[in-house]
């Protein structure tokens, strides 16, 4: 449905594409010709106990990770992976919504960054290895 959209949207304007927030669903429909995107799912998945990564989805919540002093990713740039560990993060989801915003501040600064390392593959023509 998505390139069907596009392929009859005007190509010099921007498309919109409300309600897509997973991140292998934003490179795909990014390479079918959508600019922009609204979801509330990194801050609604964040209120799971769960962060996004380059591996996938981590659940914090998770007993596991009351043991883990690494950020949620390592080499992840944003505030929350300098500052604090799943171990701290897993500690302050009980109960104390610090944890839920934490979790939210690293999921949006994580699909800010997939729209900008996308958006450079796309300018330096080589999406379809960044896609791999």
Do not use: W
Not at 84 to 107: D, P
């Amino acid at each position: 449905m998505v390139a069907q959209c596009t392929a009859r949207l005007p190509k010099d304007k921007p498309r919109y594409l409300m309600g897509v927030g997973y991140p292998e669903d934003i490179v795909v429909c990014a390479m079918l010709g959508c600019d922009m995107f609204d979801c509330v799912f990194a801050t609604r998945t964040a209120r799971f106990g769960c962060a996004l990564t380059r591996y996938g989805s981590l659940k914090l919540k998770k007993a596991e990770n009351r043991v883990i002093f690494t950020p949620i990713e390592e080499g992840c740039g944003c505030r929350v992976c300098k500052k604090y560990s799943r171990s701290l993060i897993h500690e302050l989801l009980k109960g104390n919504s610090l944890g839920v915003h934490l979790i939210s501040y690293h999921n949006v600064y994580f699909l800010l960054n997939l729209m900008r390392d996308l958006r450079t593959s796309i300018i330096e023509d080589r999406s379809p290895k960044f896609v791999k």
